[in-house]
C-alpha cells in the first residue's frame, strides 16, 4: 500500500441543528446512487486542503458552510482505471449556512440525524467520522 500512488482529497462533515437534533448533511455518491457519502473531492492544483473543502461542499451538496474544526481524514485504497491508488481525505467540521443550489452535479442531498444514519447504506470510515463528529457536538 505504500508504493501506490496518493491522490489527495478533502471535504466537509457539515451539520445543522433542528428540531433540538444534530444532523448531517449528506449527498449521494457518484459511483453507487444508493450509497450516501460525505461530500469530499479532488485538491485542485494551487488549492488548500481548506478551500478544497469548501468548494467541494458548495460543488456536491449546494450548500455554503463556515468550517468549525479539522475532524480527521479517511484513508483507503481504490481502483481507478485497472490500477490501486491512495486516497487520503482531509475533513473538515463545518457548520451549515444556508443552500445556494438544489441538487449540483444530479446528486441526492439530504441532512439526517444521528439515529437515522444507522439505516442509510455507507461505508464504515464515513460512519466513524460523523460518530466523532457526533460526540464532538453533544458534548
Known amino acids: 500500500m505504500t508504493n501506490l500512488p496518493v491522490e489527495h482529497r478533502a471535504g466537509g462533515v457539515v451539520f445543522r441543528r433542528e428540531n433540538g437534533k444534530i444532523e448531517f448533511l449528506l449527498v449521494t455518491s457518484n459511483s453507487n446512487r444508493e450509497r450516501?457519502?460525505?461530500p469530499a473531492?479532488?485538491?485542485?492544483?494551487?488549492?488548500?486542503?481548506l478551500e478544497t473543502a469548501l468548494r467541494e461542499v458548495t460543488e456536491e451538496a449546494g450548500v455554503e458552510?463556515?468550517?468549525v474544526s479539522e475532524i480527521g481524514s479517511l484513508n483507503y485504497v481504490w481502483r481507478r482505471e485497472n490500477q490501486k491508488v491512495r486516497i487520503e481525505?482531509?475533513?473538515y467540521?463545518?457548520?451549515y449556512l444556508k443552500k445556494v443550489a438544489a441538487n449540483p452535479e444530479?446528486?441526492?442531498v439530504g441532512f439526517f440525524d444521528y439515529e437515522q444514519?444507522?439505516?442509510?447504506?455507507?461505508w464504515d470510515e464515513s460512519r466513524t467520522i460523523l460518530k466523532k463528529a457526533f460526540?464532538?457536538?453533544s458534548g
Open 89 to 91: 481525505t482531509y475533513l
Open 65 to 67: 458552510a463556515v468550517v
Open 117 to 122: 444514519l444507522k439505516n442509510l447504506k455507507m
Open 135 to 137: 460526540e464532538l457536538l
Open 93 to 95: 467540521l463545518m457548520r
Open 36 to 38: 450516501w457519502v460525505i
Open 106 to 108: 444530479g446528486r441526492q
Open 41 to 49: 473531492g479532488h485538491v485542485e492544483d494551487g488549492e488548500t486542503f
